[in-house]
């Protein structure tokens, strides 16, 4: 388990790992290899999506997902998701950050302390849902140090 205050923090705001395929889930890990960050990211979505992975099908769930972002290093996540071109994730975000049950400016602070530190080496950003009712985005970031966290938010 990570051992990373703002993944934690990050975990506290946005609840723990779930597959409940709905509201958001923060997952921590560890993952050596930056390379294997999307083969790991998915492996995550499929998680969180649980039993409707199976129940609407793989193609459902698939048809959606879409890397939309790519960062290397720092930077300022949440400018570079209001700038995105892809309305979904844009969309995701305002609701993730306004209307969890807790203070936007928190939500805020959560995501840009885990996303956005020095140690950071890669983030990637996609599009998740089933094509149909349901629609939203994943994070994913990893640390130097290998310390990996995704966030995942499903709405319909």
């Not at 609840?15 to 923060?26: F, R």
């Not at 998701?81 to 807790?102: C, F, M, P």
């Not at 400016?105 to 149909?132: K, L, M, P, S, W």
């Amino acid at each position: 388990m990570p051992e990373i205050e703002a993944f934690r923090v990050l975990q506290e705001q946005f609840g723990g790992p779930s597959q409940s395929a709905w509201g958001s889930a923060v997952f921590l890990g560890q993952l050596y290899d930056p390379s294997d960050l999307d083969r790991y990211a998915l492996a995550t979505y499929r998680s969180f999506i649980g039993e409707l992975w199976d129940r609407f099908g793989e193609d459902a769930w698939m048809c959606r997902w879409r890397r939309v972002h790519v960062r290397r290093g720092a930077g300022d996540l949440l400018h570079e998701i209001e700038t995105s071109k892809s309305r979904t994730v844009k969309s995701a975000t305002d609701l993730l950050l306004n209307n969890n049950g807790s203070s936007g400016n928190q939500a805020r602070a959560a995501i840009c302390a885990a996303f956005d530190d020095a140690d950071t080496d890669v983030v990637h950003v996609y599009e998740i849902g089933d094509g149909a009712a349901y629609s939203g985005l994943l994070i994913a970031a990893r640390r130097s140090t290998g310390e990996t966290a995704i966030l995942a938010f499903v709405m319909d």
